[in-house]
């Protein structure tokens, strides 16, 4: 006896067969193993703030403290220093070379010098209200740099609008002066132009301004264009040097630690 076909059970059949082809085979595949983190519930470590560095703090407060300290000590040397100056309008002194004659110049051997120079200066005080308060007070005369003779003055107070002449000796050491600064001069001796000579001084000086005095602050004066013959041996009669054109350059140097300014 023949076996009956049915033809609804042969379509489900293919149908059936075919899905099953169409599925993905990885579907079912088992998944891949799990990692430690997977497996234990494992996250990133918790943030953990580092301990407070006292040390460093102290010292940024302490640095702070003390730029404000030094920022209000110079506001405060500032605003004082515009006060005293709008009352009392300070200006430094004023110097001018009134006259210098040679006594004696000559060299008593080849590299000996004997000169003698009579000097007179006058320093001028335009203040009203400052007086200055020199302290002894050290004259050099030279020649290109050449030191030809030295003298010195006691100090003395310089009184408000006042001006004070100053006469002072200068003689050579017995230092000898070797190499070109001896043709130097030797060849502006000869010369019709003259020697020319310049005067320098060096003191300290206080300030004085009502109640408030200053520390003693250095003072150098500069003075050139100044020109001068010399005696001779037939004349010895002292010779004027040329004073006309001599300018004075007045310059305060302040000493900061092992600097001056």
């Known amino acids: 006896m023949a076996d009956r076909v049915y033809p609804n059970a042969v379509g489900k059949a293919k149908t059936n067969s075919n899905s099953n082809d169409n599925i993905n085979p990885t579907a079912n595949a088992p998944p891949f193993p799990s990692t430690k983190s997977q497996l234990y519930g494992a996250s990133r470590p918790s943030y953990r703030p580092q301990p407070h560095d006292r040390r460093r703090s102290r010292c940024c407060s302490i640095c702070i403290w003390l730029t404000a300290i030094i920022a209000t000590v110079i506001i ?66 030279l020649s290109n740099g050449v030191d030809l003779g030295d003298g010195s003055l006691p100090g003395f107070v310089h009184e408000k609008r006042n001006t004070t002449i100053m006469k002072v000796t200068l003689e050579s050491g017995v230092g000898e002066i070797d190499g070109e600064p001896v043709d130097s001069l030797k060849a502006a001796m000869k010369s019709k132009a003259g020697l020319p000579l310049e005067i320098k001084v060096e003191t300290k000086v206080k300030v004085k301004m009502g109640w408030l005095k200053t520390p003693k602050v250095g003072l150098r004066v500069n003075c050139d264009g100044i020109t001068a013959g010399v005696p001779t041996a037939k004349k010895k009669t002292a010779v004027a040097a040329a004073v006309e054109n001599a300018e004075c350059k007045v310059d305060y140097r302040v000493k900061v630690w092992k600097w001056i300014v």
């Open 76 to 141: 405060l040397l500032a605003v004082a220093s515009t006060v005293v100056y709008l009352i009392y309008r300070p200006h430094r002194p004023s110097f001018s070379v009134i006259s210098l004659k040679i006594d004696s110049f000559k060299f008593t051997s080849p590299s000996q010098l004997n000169s003698k120079f009579d000097l007179s200066l006058a320093t001028t005080n335009p203040n009203k209200k400052v007086k200055f308060i020199y302290g002894p007070i050290s004259v050099a005369v």
